[in-house]
């Protein structure tokens, strides 16, 4: 799918070179616009838009800074081959991740239950049987886009205060960062294909391609928190960088 099959518009919310970076980001972000293909360029745009040369500009360029689109001189604008990448052993905040990039980050607190650990809970968390713990899920937008659905489990023996904790206001994994100190870290990387509910969520095609992370984290042996980061598979890549020791 390309502009011309289904131009971007204007969400009317901002200024014109913020409406312009979020139309295009949007196709990109979603798989839509596919790496390598040729966007726009900005005569097509400020005719698209009705906007100014410099505006179209600062959009592209906030785009190209962002790492979503390339640039070529007298060639034209492409969508980026290589998406945003993260260190695989870091726990890493998504809102502040996506807010560095210039986007709007935003969370929605899907569901909540309190519950305690059954066989397979506690197998797969490491806690007792019985231990009482939290069930989220929550849906992690940039721009309006989903970008991660993220399901998480929280041992309320190792974060009592988490039982109350308001996570409609502040997304589970930021809360975790700033109210419990963990020590030993966890995470397992693998591609899955997307089914139904998880596809309705990401707004993508059930069976398409995505990223899952899962997580755990401990503290001084005592687990903290089990979690499944799913991202769509054209917005995440994760990469490592090792060095030797002596």
Known sequence: MTARDRPPVLDGSGA?????RRAVARPILRGEWMPGSRIPSEHEMMEMFGAS????????SSLADEGLIVRRRRLGS????RTPERAVMEIW???????????????????????????????LFGVGAGAPVLD???????????????RRLVSLEAAPEAEHADFAAVPPGRWLLDHVAWTDAEHLIRAVNADAATAGLLEIEERAACLLVERRTWSDRMPITWVELLNPGTTRQLVGRFSPRG
């Not at 040369?53 to 592209?60: G, I, Q």
């Not at 492409?78 to 081959?81: E, I, Y």
């Open 16 to 20: 014109v070179y913020q409406q312009i």
């Open 53 to 60: 040369r410099m505006t179209v500009n600062k959009a592209l």
């Open 78 to 81: 492409f969508v980026a081959h």
């Open 93 to 123: 905040d998504i809102g502040a991740e996506v807010t560095r990039t210039g986007q709007v980050y935003a969370h929605e607190l899907l569901e909540r239950r309190g519950l305690r650990a059954d066989t397979r809970t506690a197998e």
């Open 136 to 150: 989220l899920t929550v849906r992690h937008l940039a721009d309006g886009v989903p970008i991660q659905i993220e």
